[in-house]
């Protein structure tokens, strides 16, 4: 982060060269949410950025989530991002809050409402910078010195938002967060169990048990935290805490292939609940129809012995068909599944047009070896027509939607595949 100094410099030098009668011509580009993140990709790479979790919101989106607050910010208000970065949402909730003709007095009064945390130095100083600038921009005389005005937003530091204790936070009202996306070696304490857990899980969750009641939380996290399986007893667990529902984004930006959405509610003392998705009531689900399981074969890892069999792969599969032969062999020891069965592709994307790419299995073998880039559904009747009736469903705009909606991961589950209503 170090080479993110020199942007740093350029922004004190822009400061200092404010007079009180005209603004320097480059200053809405330093408060443009959207230019910042262009330019950390100029001092980092790709692998850096992912690295650090250096994710940063963009103006609609940073609109979005500061608009989904349930109680307006006020000068009686503290507001935390405990991941602030260079200060996007933070600048955002400052223009909920109006400047005083002197720029000394404005962060005064700013610096009060607004706090953040941010285990990089550059990025917290980049912070205070643009806010700076964002009440200079905004019309505020500047009449203090950049020292001074550092001093005076003195509650955004440069601190392990994961050492933070309650103490430290108590008076915070609102909860706003961006947190990174990237893998954090697991606690394995608490509800997590061993493993690498998204980084965005593991601060919110910590940050929702630290918080008081009542507080008004909005956050923006990955879409693996709403419709992943691995993170059920996250949903669980954020279930009892909070009352809140979800609005999803989709992409976060062009250069980030990562799928959002947005949590925003309040911190309850009894029983919460979260909205992670929109439920579709229906008699039937396809999970009373079919039996449904993922393809048991793993390729690279299970030897080939035992008895040979047809075996069916995520590139042998040609979607929308019903296949009654197949060529290619294995043997496998296994389980194996008997025909007449739909498999459907587990790799997909909300930018795929069909989000559950699918064929219909039918050849006269007593059975076949499934890999396990595949989900297979077996008709509990047995009967081929189930299977073409299906078939019908997964291609229906129906089932796209209801896809794009559930989960935004470039990957199928089982449990999805389970819910879809059986129309």
């Known amino acids: ?6 942007y740093n410099q350029y922004l004190k030098k822009m400061i200092q060269n404010v007079s009180n009668k005209q603004n320097i011509p480059n200053m809405p580009e330093a408060v443009d949410l959207d230019v910042i993140d262009a330019i950390l990709r100029n001092y980092q790479s790709k692998e850096e950025i992912y690295t650090n979790g250096s994710f940063f919101t963009g103006q609609k989106l940073a609109t979005l989530t500061v608009n989904s607050l349930k109680k307006p910010i006020t000068f009686s208000s503290v507001v935390l991002d405990p991941t602030c970065g260079t200060g996007n949402l933070l600048i955002e909730c400052s223009r909920k809050l109006e400047i005083e003709k002197s720029l000394y007095e404005t962060l005064k009064k700013w610096g009060k409402v607004l706090w953040g945390f941010d285990n990089h130095k550059t990025f917290i100083e980049s912070c205070k910078l643009r806010l700076i600038i ?5 019309g505020s005389q500047k009449d203090c010195s950049i020292n001074e005005a550092f001093r005076l937003l003195k509650n955004i530091k440069f601190k392990d938002a994961m050492t933070i204790k309650y103490n430290e936070i108590k008076s915070v009202t609102h909860l706003v967060m961006n947190p990174p996306f990237n893998l954090w070696l697991s606690p394995k304490k ?5 493993g690498k857990i998204n980084a965005a899980a593991l601060i919110f969750e910590y940050y929702v048990k630290l918080i008081n009641f009542d507080c008004h939380i909005t956050a923006i996290l990955p879409d693996v935290l709403r419709s992943g399986t691995r993170y059920e007893n996250f949903r669980t667990h954020i279930d009892e805490q909070i009352s809140g529902i979800c609005e999803i984004w989709g992409r976060f930006n062009k250069q980030t292939d990562v799928d959002v959405f947005v949590l925003s509610g309040f911190k309850v003392e009894n029983k919460g609940t979260v909205v992670w998705h929109q439920d579709i009531s229906a008699p039937t689900k396809l999970a009373d129809k079919f039996d449904i399981c993922i393809g048991p074969v793993v390729h690279y890892r299970d030897p080939e012995i035992g008895c040979e069999y ?7 599969v040609k979607n929308w068909n019903e296949i009654i032969n197949i060529e290619e062999r294995r043997r496998f020891q296994g389980r194996v599944i008997e025909p007449p069965f739909v498999v459907i592709k587990r790799t997909s994307s909300p930018s795929d047009s069909f989000r559950a790419s ?9 059975a076949v070896a499934v890999e396990n880039h595949l989900i297979v559904l077996r008709p509990k009747s047995g009967e081929l027509i189930d299977c073409r009736q299906l078939l019908i469903i997964l291609a229906s705009d129906f089932v796209n939607e209801y896809l794009n909606e559930r989960i935004r991961l470039r990957h199928l589950t089982v449990n999805v595949i389970k819910s879809i209503p059986f129309l």
């Open 310 to 316: 047809p075996f069916l792969h995520a590139k042998n």
């Open 134 to 138: 964002e009440a200079l921009m905004r």
């Open 1 to 6: 982060m170090n080479q993110f100094a020199e």
């Open 190 to 194: 608490g509800i997590w169990k061993k």
């Open 358 to 366: 699918a064929a219909i299995i039918n050849v006269n073998d007593k």
